[in-house]
T-cell receptor
C-alpha cells in the first residue's frame, strides 16, 4: 500500500522568508503527485501537480515542487512567503492507473509579520 | 467554473440519528469520493464511486454507506450516528485527470 508522510505538522515562518514543506511517499510503481491547499473554512484546492515530464512544477502564486524519484520526495517550496499563504497544505499521491488519492496528514503553514 | 456543492456546511445531530450528507457536481464527472478530515490524521477515504450505482469501499467505510442514483449526486449516509463520527466531511469528483475537485465541506457534530 502506498503512503504519504508529511513530517512537519506546523511550520511557522516570517513574511518574506523562504519556506519548504516536506513530503515523502512510498510506492514501488509510477505515481502522480499533488499538493493541495486548504484556506480556513474552505475545501481543498489544487496547488500544483506532477504527472510526467519536467520534475520541477510550479504554481501560479510562486510555489514550486520537485519530484525526486531516488529520494521518493515531492517537497513544496516558496522563496518568499506572504501573509496570505497561511493555510494548511496537503501532499497526495495517486498510483498510476487509478483515481484514488492518498493524502498526507497535512502541514499548517503560519506566516507571521 | 467547476463546482462541487455540499448541501450542508454545518450539522448537529444526536447519537443514533440517521444522517444524510449530499453532494452534487456539475462537471459530468464519472468519479466521486467521500473523505473524512480530522486534525492530525489528514484526509481518509470513506467510499468512492466510479459510475452510477457503482461504489467501492475506501479505507474507513465502517459505519457509513453511500448512494449514487444519478451521475451528478453522491450521498453519504450514517445509519446510526455516533460521537466518533464527529468530523469534517469532504466530497470530491474527478474525470480521470488525477485532479480532484472538492466541495467546501460539511462539519458534522454528533452529540
Amino acid at each position: 500500500a502506498q503512503s504519504v508522510t508529511q513530517l512537519d505538522s506546523q511550520v511557522p515562518v516570517f513574511e518574506e522568508a523562504p519556506v519548504e514543506l516536506r513530503c515523502n511517499y512510498s510506492s514501488s510503481v509510477s505515481v502522480y503527485l499533488f499538493w493541495y491547499v486548504q484556506y480556513p473554512n474552505q475545501g481543498l484546492q489544487l496547488l500544483l501537480k506532477y504527472l510526467s515530464g519536467s520534475t520541477l512544477v510550479e504554481s501560479i502564486n510562486g510555489f514550486e515542487a520537485e519530484f525526486n524519484k531516488s529520494q521518493t520526495s515531492f517537497h513544496l517550496r516558496k522563496p518568499s512567503v506572504h501573509i496570505s499563504d497561511t493555510a494548511e497544505y496537503f501532499c497526495a499521491v495517486r498510483r498510476g492507473g487509478g483515481n484514488k488519492l492518498t493524502f498526507g496528514t497535512g502541514t499548517q503553514l503560519k506566516v507571521e509579520l | 467554473d467547476v463546482k462541487v456543492t455540499q448541501s450542508s456546511r454545518y450539522l448537529v445531530k444526536r447519537t443514533g440519528e440517521k444522517v444524510f450528507l449530499e453532494c452534487v457536481q456539475d462537471m459530468d464527472h464519472e468519479n466521486m469520493f467521500w473523505y473524512r478530515q480530522d486534525p492530525g490524521l489528514g484526509l481518509r477515504l470513506i467510499y468512492f464511486s466510479y459510475d452510477v450505482k457503482m461504489k467501492e469501499k475506501g479505507d474507513i467505510p465502517e459505519g457509513y454507506s453511500v448512494s449514487r442514483e444519478k451521475k451528478e449526486r453522491f450521498s453519504l449516509i450514517l445509519e446510526s450516528a455516533s460521537t466518533n463520527q464527529t468530523s469534517m466531511y469532504l466530497c470530491a469528483s474527478t474525470q480521470n485527470t488525477g485532479e480532484l475537485f472538492f466541495g467546501e465541506g460539511s462539519r458534522l457534530t454528533v452529540l
